[in-house]
């Protein structure tokens, strides 16, 4: 084989990341098969597509009615995951779908057995989890260079506008469509979801995470929406005490901060230099950007940056079947099941409580609770912290 044929299904919003890196990056042994968007035009690359006599269709079925492809790279909303995945494996393709693998955890085995049935891969697209930076921290950590976990703490604070909100009518913000479809667009699924899935990932075994145990969540509400859009979720991981703060409605930023404390070793990482982040890392950091151990002797060990190449994805899954790789590869099913699991569970087990109106404020087309980006940060310092104050 020479070339592997990819459809993109799903090209606009995010989709369009997936465009860029086969128009503006081409490689000699990818060939655009086709696009599929029912809003094709909401793409800039669109006339291009179309010029290069490339098929534009406004379905899957549409397109494997006289077409067929390799790989089939899926950017659609979250409750149409699994029906696109289906597809794709039945029309003999190999899929790399976005994040998360599904909605409904009842879909987990559905998929499985169709992958299996077509004798093919299904990659999920945690960036982070293709990534040099995270793959030799995970080696590292199996091999027990680190010692036993004692803690995990990640903080994503990340404003979003009242357009946000409103983007993909009948799924934003939504934990059911209007057919009664799971959706589950959170805040710890959708936006932030590569950081809580992080946690999962690098303790798991090889191709694995780690199933999360004594799961507990708050789970807070400022905009007008359905689901939460602010969240504390504390569990464990082999008995080691782990929490992941993530909110929107803040009117500060906080990018991915954590920090992942061994008996042997600290791991730090945050791109993000400023008094904000400076307060949640050691004194005299420097390795902004950069994934770091600090042993307790003193030593270094840099792992880079996860965010390095967000497209590796695409190649790493373009390399598997040149080479006629049909594994899970490093973020396949199973792994990434875990993270479906959690966010089901914490949806049917755990009240979405209103933030009091007294401390919402609307600024610029945002809307945060007053307060909010402070009391994350305590809950990051000290885990036995809790939202409490805003319900």
């Known amino acids: ?96 779908c976005e994040k998360p693998l599904c909605s409904d955890e009842k879909d987990i085995d559905i998929i499985l057995k169709a992958k299996e049935k077509a004798e093919k891969f299904v990659y999920i697209g945690y960036q982070w989890s293709f990534s040099d930076a995270i793959t030799n ?5 199996i091999a027990g260079k680190m010692g036993k976990l004692l803690e995990m703490r990640t903080i994503v604070l990340r404003p979003r506008n009242l357009e946000y909100f409103a983007r993909g009518v009948g799924w934003a913000g939504k934990i059911k469509t209007n057919d009664g479809s799971l959706v589950y667009d959170s805040v710890a699924n959708n936006s932030a979801a590569h950081y809580i899935f992080n946690m999962l990932y690098v303790m798991g075994e090889d191709g694995f995470a780690a199933e999360p145990q004594g799961v507990s969540a708050e789970l807070l509400r400022a905009n007008n929406i359905e689901n939460f859009d602010a969240a504390k979720i504390d ?17 500060k930023r906080i990018e991915p901060l954590f920090e992942y404390k061994f008996e042997n070793a600290s791991v730090y990482y945050s791109n993000q230099d400023n008094e904000e982040a400076r307060k949640l890392l050691p004194e005299g950091y420097s390795e902004f950007g950069n994934i770091v151990a600090v042993y307790s002797d003193g030593r270094k060990a840099l792992y880079g ?21 049909m594994s899970d590869g490093p973020c396949g099913v199973e792994a990434t099941a875990v993270h479906t699991r959690m966010i089901n569970q914490i949806q049917k087990e755990f009240e979405i409580k209103g933030i009091k109106e007294s401390v919402r404020r609307i600024e610029d087309g945002l809307l945060y609770a007053d307060g909010l980006f402070e009391k994350s940060v305590e809950c990051y310092l000290d885990l036995s912290e809790t939202f409490s104050d805003f319900v």
């Open 1 to 96: 084989m020479e070339q592997v044929s990819v459809l993109l299904v799903g090209i606009g919003g995010y989709g369009e990341t997936m465009v860029h890196e086969i128009m503006e990056n081409p490689s000699p042994y990818i060939k655009l098969a086709g696009v599929v968007d029912p809003y094709p035009e909401r793409c800039t690359y669109i006339e291009e597509i179309k010029k290069m006599g490339v098929p534009v269709c406004a379905s899957m079925d549409e397109f494997y009615k006289d077409n067929s492809a390799h790989l089939a790279v899926i950017s659609t909303p979250i409750f149409l995951h699994t029906k696109h995945i289906l597809s794709a494996l039945e029309n003999g393709s190999n899929v790399l």
């Open 137 to 141: 921290l995970k080696s590292d950590i």
């Open 235 to 251: 569990f464990t991981i082999n008995d080691a005490k782990c929490s992941f703060i993530a909110a929107h409605p803040v009117n």
């Open 305 to 325: 940056n996860p965010n390095e190449n967000a497209c590796k994805k695409l190649h790493v899954a373009v390399d598997a079947i040149l080479n006629g790789d």
